[in-house]
């Protein structure tokens, strides 16, 4: 299934805008297959496999969480009144990608 959209993906855009490289993103359960489908018959140079839009946003959010930890940002949401202990924590791992946006909307 992953090759066959490759391959639809590969043909439009050699249709619609030839010389381009063509183009796909998936979420992590297809990432991998789609870049073990990828590599064996072409490179990046023919066609190009990446995260999608959820994947990046949460890997960014685990980034900041990291850059916060031990600066004493999960206490002061504490004190502030807008998550309790451990929700303010769970803000650092991104585990919930809504929460940990509002909670950044919130504090901003």
Known sequence: MI??????????????NPGQIPVITTDQPLYV?????????????KFVVMFGGLNID??????IGT???NSGWTNAIVEANVASPGTSKSFL???SVTRTRQAHQITA
Do not use: N
């Open 33 to 45: 297959p789609a870049k073990q489908i990828q590599w064996p018959e072409c490179r990046e140079d």
């Open 67 to 69: 850059l916060l930890r």
């Open 58 to 63: 949460m890997l960014s959010l685990r980034s």
């Open 93 to 95: 791992s991104a585990s």
């Open 3 to 16: 090759k066959h959209a490759m391959a639809k993906v590969r043909d439009t855009t050699a249709f619609l």
